[in-house]
């Protein structure tokens, strides 16, 4: 299980049996990343990822990596990309043995959101002030189901920032085996409002 958003030495070791991820976890252009959603919250903010698909039977696990060095989008040092390891249970199955396609989507969401969450974080250990009450929220995320996701699995979601325009960010992400068969395509747009909710 992930411990304050960290994936635990047991997950590492499990993972590390996995070919294609141990060769993420042993790459040198990528590095472990702590997930703010898995952290459950007093105010409620990500329950949904920290609590109710935070178990043994929804997921089980879940390791993001940054890269290694930032890049420039916009004149600005970011990330711009990420990829997330899941290990998905059989609680999250629509047919037997394969995941809901809502909760495809909500991988999708949740690890774009994850790339989001990184750069504000990069931003306050520049000592960048964000900007009070700054949120980005999903407008559109257009998916492609091109295979079924297997459940139990562990899968492998990318994430890349596409492009920025003003308070519009553009990201897509996959959902795949980590062999290269991808099952499921997000395309995004998100927009980033300056008022409180």
Known sequence: MDIDGVSGA?????L????????????PEWTRTRTQSRVPKASTEDALFAETLGT???????????PTRECAIGGELCYDELRVIYEIGEGV?????????????????????????LNIDLKKQ????????????????NTAYKKPVPAPATVLC????TRRERNKLYIRATVEDGQGTVCTIGD?????????I
């Open 56 to 66: 043994q039977r929804t997921i089980r696990s879940c390791t993001a990596f940054r």
């Open 126 to 141: 520049k000592g960048v002030r964000p900007i009070e009450g700054a949120n980005a929220f999903t407008a559109y995320l």
């Open 10 to 14: 047991d997950t590492i070791q499990r």
């Open 188 to 196: 995004a747009m998100f927009v980033e409002v300056r008022s409180k």
């Open 158 to 161: 990318t994430v890349k920032l």
């Open 93 to 117: 199955s629509g047919w037997p043995k394969i995941a809901h396609g809502g909760f495809v989507v909500t991988l999708l969401d949740e690890s774009m959101g994850m790339l989001l969450q």
């Open 16 to 27: 590390s049996a996995i070919p294609w991820c141990r060769t993420l976890l042993e790459s």
